[in-house]
């Protein structure tokens, strides 16, 4: 339960007492309940949409881009900007450097981004479209089932990023997540979008977009770093979910 709240603590913005949380060197083990933690993110959202069925779509999509925001959003927000920004990680000269230099994003709010115009315009575009996409799905009544797809979905993407793909030295995520731990993990994503699939078949082929799209993000990062720095997997998460969003209300 204490990896739990340390995975809470660092990828949403939610006050969890440090006294309830793992030691920051845990955090790659921690990773592996991330689906756990979009599981809950997306019944969270579903449960809302269901008590707000008769509410204004408009003000309803906005308490949906709220509730992502605090829940994870904030997190892949900073990433987007972060790579739309261009910047490049520094490698630490001594890669035996501790577990607190190549901590995520959300372990690094005290270190304000640059101002960047164009990364600027990217995180706005993505809001809207994150704000539109709720709209939509609300006009169109598609089933609740889309987001806990969605949710459970992006944060297997960014998990599988971490685990799959070669990261900046010294790779503290990385090199910290067993084979068992995201076997387990990834296990559990397939049997929730199974599950969500059934329910309603429409949609059961949105994983697919996102996966390729992330595939081929994650590549070409690689391409011109030589490695993923850490801010790749979050902004893949984040525009995993516009696609995984995108999906039934296409199609």
């Known amino acids: 339960m204490r990896l739990f709240w340390l995975l809470i603590s660092k990828y949403s913005y939610l006050p969890i007492p440090r006294r309830w949380q793992a030691a920051q060197a845990e ?3 921690a990773l592996a ?43 892949w927000l900073r990433d987007i900007f972060s790579v739309a920004s261009g910047l490049k990680p520094p490698i630490p000269p001594n890669l035996a450097a501790v577990a607190d230099v190549a901590m995520p994003s959300a372990l690094r709010r005290e270190n304000p981004l640059p101002l ?22 609300l006009r169109l009544n598609i089933h609740i ?18 685990y799959d793909f070669a990261a900046l030295p010294p790779a503290f995520l990385h090199s910290g997540i067993s084979r068992r731990d995201f076997g387990r993990a990834a296990l559990f994503c397939l049997i929730i979008v199974a ?10 082929l949105s994983p697919v977009p996102a996966l390729l799209a992330a595939t081929l993000f994650y590549r070409r990062r690689l391409n011109s770093l030589g490695a993923l720095d850490e801010a790749a997997y979050g902004a893949a998460a984040g525009w995993s979910e516009i696609l995984l969003y995108l999906y039934p209300i296409l199609f």
Do not use: E
């Open 116 to 137: 960047n115009r164009g990364a600027l315009i990217t995180c706005c575009l993505y809001l809207l479209m994150q704000y539109g996409c709720f709209f939509m799905l």
């Open 27 to 29: 955090l790659p083990r």
């Open 195 to 204: 599950v969500c699939a059934c329910i309603s078949p429409s949609f059961s």
């Open 145 to 162: 089932c889309v987001y806990v797809m969605a949710a459970v979905s992006s944060r297997f993407i960014y998990l599988w990023g971490v």
């Open 33 to 75: 309940l991330l689906p756990l933690w979009g599981l809950i993110t997306g019944l969270i959202s579903a449960v809302t949409v269901c008590r707000g069925l008769n509410a204004d779509s408009r003000w309803l999509a906005a308490l949906l881009v709220f509730l992502t925001i605090l829940s994870s959003g904030a997190i």
